[in-house]
């Protein structure tokens, strides 16, 4: 059974950074995309960046220029770097492996930027 932990979600100030942090149970390698989607309060979930096997990157709009996704396959964790973060950014931020629709979800981390 593949688990998925996400870390480093928390209250930030607007213009303030965090890097969130997802790590895998057994092998990333294997699964050929990753990503990070966001649940804001009654909003649809929805994808913030992802990642191939290969490296290729895609992010929202509303995270280009601000967010970072990586991966470390050595240490099977999924990373994704937020700056410059805003009011709007404001959600639970869930770390998939596979893909969204029957791949494998993490319980979510909450980040909250206010000031």
């Known amino acids: 059974q593949v688990q998925l932990v996400e870390s480093g979600g928390g209250l930030v100030q607007p213009g303030g950074s965090l890097r969130l942090s997802c790590a895998v149970s057994?092998?990333?390698?294997?699964?050929?995309?990753m990503g990070w989607y966001r649940q804001a309060p009654g909003k649809q979930r929805e994808a913030v960046a992802t990642?191939?096997?290969?490296?290729?990157?895609n992010y929202a709009d509303s995270a280009k220029g601000r967010f970072t996704i990586s991966r470390d396959d050595a240490k099977s964790t999924l990373y994704l770097q937020m700056n410059s973060l805003k009011p709007d950014d404001t959600a639970v931020y869930y770390c998939?492996?596979?893909?969204?629709?029957?791949?494998?979800w993490g319980q979510g981390t909450q980040v909250t930027v206010s000031s």
């Open positions: 990642i191939t096997r290969v490296g290729n990157r």
């Open positions: 998939n492996a596979g893909n969204p629709v029957n791949g494998y």
């Open positions: 057994g092998s990333i390698f294997s699964f050929s995309a």
